[in-house]
């Protein structure tokens, strides 16, 4: 009998096995396509609007698209700290990783708006400027991609402390840190773009 490299000590798992479930690779899938589109027209937009893709990174608070990066990358971690727990059937540190993944997510959110309230007190505003558009645009969608991801932390969170999830059985909550962790690539991505590139 074929076994996957890594399975949890009391649970086997068959080789093929796909991670969570189809349905979420479908929703990763679909998320990686429209950030794959957005990303296509951010080269366009840069291609033909230079100059402002050129400037537009020092009208953005760059230490807030470090701050979200640093929390992005750390709340995956915590994820996936959630995700070792339950295959070696502690649920309890499994739910207390999942916590602090959600809180992650709730801090990226936050500093998410406090930049959004910056942007607009220093007239970084979303008209006449290419760069500014594309930067509402995917830290919009990035932003929304968040929330759907905080909302399957929650459920993960009430299914792990309700005792849903063993070893054997896990996922409900694999496909939530897999989403988290396909909205971490999003991110590793945007930041370099608006914040970083001229």
Partial sequence: MEMVMGAPAGGLEAAGRVPGNRGMWVGILCELTEFALMFLAY?????VHPADFHH????LNTASGVWNTVVMLTS??????????IRR???????????????????FLLIKAWE????????????????????YYLTFNHLVHVVWGCLGLIWAILRTS??????????GLEAAVLY?????LAWIVIFPLLYVLR
């Fill in 162 to 171: 309700f005792g849903a999830y063993s070893p054997e059985d896990h996922d």
């Fill in 116 to 135: 959004f309230s910056w942007n607009i007190d220093h007239g970084v505003v979303g008209t006449g400027n290419s760069f500014v558009a594309m930067y």
């Fill in 180 to 184: 988290w962790h396909a909205t971490d």
């Fill in 89 to 107: 059937n502690d649920a309890a540190a499994a739910r207390n990783w999942l916590v602090a993944t959600l809180a992650g997510g709730i801090a």
């Fill in 43 to 47: 080269a366009w937009f840069k291609q």
């Fill in 56 to 59: 537009g990174p020092a009208m």
């Fill in 76 to 85: 995956g971690y915590f994820a996936v700290r959630a995700l070792l727990a």
